[in-house]
Nanobody
């Protein structure tokens, strides 16, 4: 069983940068494909929006069009942690950000194919 714990969320101003992290335990991190998803606050019944993913092995990455060029996903297999660096943040980036993991998954797979999820960390972009 893999446990995921997100950290690093907070309140920032438009244009600021923020890096959030997700620490994994209880599994073989190097074999996990990892993704970041987000959900706007106050919308618990809606689907979580894909943000970015990085595959196990080769470390292939994929980004949502809305964040391409502004966000960077990276993983540190020695620290069992995946990061999401967010630059040029906009108010529409405000959301709860969730980390997800799946053994030997594809960085192209949808949210429902991820087996493990964290509890989320809140990011608010507001002036």
């Amino acid at each position: 069983q893999v446990q995921l714990v997100e950290s690093g969320g907070g309140l920032v101003q438009p244009g600021d940068s923020l890096t959030i992290a997700c620490a994994a335990s209880g599994g073989s991190f190097e074999h996990l494909t990892l993704g970041w998803f987000r959900q706007a606050p106050g919308t618990p019944g809606t689907l979580r929006e894909f943000v970015a993913a990085v595959s196990w092995g080769a470390g292939a990455t994929r980004y949502a069009e809305a964040v391409k060029g502004r966000f960077t996903i990276s993983r540190n297999n020695s620290q069992n942690t995946v990061y999401l660096q967010m630059n040029s943040l906009k108010p529409e980036d405000t959301a709860d950000y969730y980390c997800a993991a799946d053994y030997r998954g594809s960085h192209l797979q949808p949210a429902h194919d991820y087996a493990y999820w964290g509890q989320g960390t809140q990011v608010t972009v507001s002036s």
